[in-house]
T-cell receptor, first 116, second 110 residues
Framework: KAGVTQTPRYLIKTRGQQVTLSCSPI?????VSWYQQTPGQGLQFLFE???????NKGNFPGRFSGRQFSNSRSEMNVSTLELGDSALYLC???????????????FGAGTRLSVL | GQQLNQSPQSMFIQEGEDVSMNCTSS?????WLWYKQDPGEGPVLLIA?????ELTSNGRLTAQFGITRKDSFLNISASIPSDVGIYFC??????????FGTGTSLTVIP
């Protein structure tokens, strides 16, 4: 079974630009979550999507947005990039079983975004 | 929001030594997960714990779900150089939102 796939792996942008990152979850997984990871802040939750709907949202500005497609693939978008947006962006999928306790998240390798 | 505090923040050990780290929460979790992250990669699940008091092993790794359900422990025996990385504890709340610990950075000196 293929794992979580994130593209691209690396991205360089300049301030003010916008960027779109893509995530393909494990086959059969319907929940996709996004995280931002920086050395100083650790793993920060961005948002979670299930059945094309945002279920949970972290404490990030509106410049960060996402969506999920009918095949569970997800994209996140960051507009008007700032230097502080440089980070590893991780996507995780989970099956979202009826038993909450079994909903383990499986991570992709991440997209390393550098904003110059 | 919920906080998961891990300690120690970093560890430098000799190859062959045993390692212990722990994670505490301000509230109860029904599931505790331990992940390892290699540089430039995403976290990889090591061990999942589902019941208070549960002790689970995965090779040289052993993790325990604390009786209070507010803490968990991870032990690595006879460390080797490939154990280097950052170890995270995590758990989902009842709304399936995951919380991650602050991470323990492990360095193994050959």
């Amino acid at each position: 079974k293929a794992g979580v796939t994130q593209t691209p792996r690396y991205l360089i942008k300049t301030r003010g630009q916008q960027v779109t990152l893509s995530c393909s979850p494990i086959s059969g997984h319907r929940s996709v979550s996004w995280y931002q990871q920086t050395p100083g802040q650790g793993l920060q939750f961005l948002f979670e999507y299930f059945s094309e709907t945002q279920r949970n949202k972290g404490n990030f500005p509106g410049r960060f947005s996402g969506r999920q497609f009918s095949n569970s693939r997800s994209e996140m978008n960051v507009s008007t990039l700032e230097l502080g947006d440089s980070a590893l962006y991780l996507c995780a999928s989970s099956p979202l079983l009826s038993s909450i306790a079994k909903n383990i998240q499986y991570f992709g390798a991440g997209t390393r975004l550098s904003v110059l | 929001g919920q906080q998961l505090n891990q300690s120690p923040q970093s560890m430098f050990i000799q190859e062959g030594e045993d390692v212990s780290m722990n994670c505490t929460s301000s509230s109860i979790f029904n599931t505790w997960l331990w992940y390892k992250q290699d540089p430039g990669e995403g976290p990889v699940l090591l061990i999942a714990l589902y019941k208070a008091g549960e002790l689970t092993s995965n090779g040289r790794l052993t993790a325990q779900f604390g009786i209070t359900r507010k803490d968990s422990f991870l032990n690595i025996s006879a460390s080797i150089p490939s154990d280097v990385g950052i170890y995270f504890c995590a758990g989902p709340n009842t709304g399936n939102q995951f919380y991650f610990g602050t991470g323990t950075s492990l360095t193994v000196i050959p």
